[in-house]
């Protein structure tokens, strides 16, 4: 079974609308952290926000802010104000404390920002 | 800049070959971790190292090997080249702790003709 589903493989959004983009995970780990990164055209990773399975709030960081819904096992990616800088794929990855500090990455959806 | 830094950021080379890739991680991080990236088998975890130490292994190949030096900075040996092998390797680095944050480096493209 996969443990993080990202089931929009591709979106396209208009410029300074807000957009989500889904996560849905798999753990039986009490203990686990939840990752957006992003990734260009130009290939390099950039971290965008962390939520922790024991934080009592939203993680929110700039124009991001992560959805996290524990009891359904999701913690979608909102972006606010959509700028065409944020088209890129992101990748949603999960960490398990308790099993080793490997992160584990979804397959990815590609944000396309129209103008 | 996330402050990792590796190179080469190409390597073109031919089947059968060795080659070896270079991570710095960002100052004061202890965990080091290889990552490799492919069309079809998206991000897979390779191997982690902390402070010298192997710490964890996930998809790593048994032609692949890595090491971290005293001076923290980690390589990723990749030998008997395949044309599967080609690939972006990341590097990433974290203080240390489960619940640190990892940064990427901007990766190496291997081509493997």
């Known amino acids: 079974a996969q443990k993080i589903t990202q089931t929009q493989p591709g979106m396209f959004v208009q410029e300074k609308e807000a957009v989500t983009l889904d996560c849905t995970y798999d753990?039986?780990?009490?203990?686990?952290?939840l990752f957006w990164y992003k990734q260009p055209s130009s290939g390099e990773m950039i971290f965008l926000i962390y939520?922790?399975?024991?934080?009592?709030q939203n993680a929110t960081e700039g124009r991001y802010s992560l959805n996290f819904q524990k009891a359904r096992k999701s913690a979608n990616l909102v972006i606010s104000a959509s700028q065409l800088g944020d088209s890129a794929m992101y990748f949603c990855a999960m960490r398990e404390v308790n099993r080793d500090d490997k992160i584990i990455f979804g397959k990815g959806t590609r944000l396309h920002i129209l103008p | 800049d996330s402050g990792v830094t590796q190179t080469p950021k190409h390597l073109i080379t031919a089947t059968g070959q060795r080659v070896t890739l270079r991570c710095s991680p960002r100052s004061g991080d202890l965990s080091v971790y290889w990552y490799q990236q492919s069309l079809d088998q998206g991000l897979q975890f390779l191997i982690q190292y902390y402070n010298g130490e192997e710490r964890a292994k996930g998809n790593i190949l048994e032609r692949f090997s890595a090491q971290q030096f005293p001076d923290l900075h980690s390589e990723l040996n990749l030998s008997s080249l395949e044309l599967g092998d080609s690939a972006l390797y990341f590097c990433?680095?974290?203080?240390?702790?489960?619940?640190?944050?990892?940064?990427f480096g901007p990766g190496t493209r291997l081509t493997v003709l």
């Open positions: 939520q922790g399975s024991y934080d009592q």
């Open positions: 753990t039986s780990d009490p203990s686990y952290g």
């Open positions: 990433a680095s974290s203080e240390g702790q489960a619940t640190d944050t990892q940064y």
